[in-house]
Structures are given as C-alpha cells and as structure tokens.
C-alpha cells in the first residue's frame, strides 16, 4: 500500500528557512513524478513545485521561484522542497504528492506557518 509521509514543517519568522521532506513507501518511487502542492487559510490547493521521475526536471508556481528547491533522492524514496526567504503567504499546508498517469497518491499534509 502506497504511503507518502511529510516531515519537517513548523513555525518560523518571515525570511527563515525550512526544508521539507517526504519518504515514500510502497511503491516504484523512482518511477513517479513528485509534486508538492500546498493549500493556504481560504484557498485552494496549489501546485507549489514538482519534479520528473529521473529528476531532471522541475518547474515551480510563480510564487516561489528562485526562493523554494524541489530536489529527490531516488535511491532514499525521499523528495524534499526547501524554502527560503519565506513570506507570510508561504503559510499552508503541504501536501507531497507521487503522479504517474492514472496512479496519484498524496501524503497527509503538514503545516507551515510563517509569522513573526
């Protein structure tokens, strides 16, 4: 059974940094693409930043460019997004999400606050 499992979140200052991790289980990592999407107070869900199985390609929401990472590890089943230069609208949950065609699965979301 698949499991994506998200780590590392919590509260820091506006232009702080944390790294985000998901380890994922049960299935052929390596052949998923993986996102990271996030939802803030009164929005929808949004597409924050995903990469391609292999890893060599990614692409990021507007919003987050040249301040957030999205990088994998095919050999640890982990992908992590790290932030930096966080802004109080960086403030949600994110969710770690595995894609590949009709197969889509999603970790249970963790919170990120950033607040002084």
């Known amino acids: 059974q698949a499991q994506l499992v998200e780590s590392g979140g919590g509260l820091v200052q506006p232009g702080g940094s944390l790294r985000l991790s998901c380890v994922a289980s049960g299935i052929t990592f390596s052949a998923y693409a993986m996102n990271w999407h996030r939802q803030g107070p009164g929005k929808e869900r949004e597409l924050v930043a995903g990469?391609?199985?292999?890893?060599?390609?990614?692409n990021y929401a507007d919003s987050v460019k040249d301040r957030f990472t999205i990088s994998r590890d095919n050999a640890e089943n982990t992908v992590y997004l790290q932030m930096n230069s966080l802004k109080p609208e960086d403030t949600g949950v994110y969710y770690c999400?595995?894609?590949?065609?009709?197969?889509?699965?999603w970790g249970q979301g963790i919170q990120v606050t950033i607040s002084s």
């Open positions: 999400n595995a894609h590949r065609g009709f197969w889509n699965y």
């Open positions: 990469i391609s199985s292999s890893g060599g390609s990614t």
